[in-house]
């Protein structure tokens, strides 16, 4: 797993909500969080962009 800012090295951190607790990428170099759920929504957007 690399950064999509930077291509940094991201490791895999613990994060908790107030209900949840779930995974998350975390960047080392610019500390970037990226969720499994925002990488979702973006493969959701990515069809509609296309269709413009
Ligand atoms: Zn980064």
Redesign the pocket.
């Known amino acids: 797993m690399t950064?999509?800012?930077?291509?940094?090295m991201?490791f895999s951190e613990r994060l908790s909500d107030f209900f949840l607790t779930f995974y998350a990428w975390k960047?080392?170099?610019?500390?970037?969080i990226v969720d499994h759920t925002i990488l979702e929504n973006k493969q959701k957007e990515s069809p509609s962009l296309a269709q413009r």
């Open positions: 950064c999509p800012k930077c291509s940094g991201m960047c080392v170099n610019c500390g970037s």
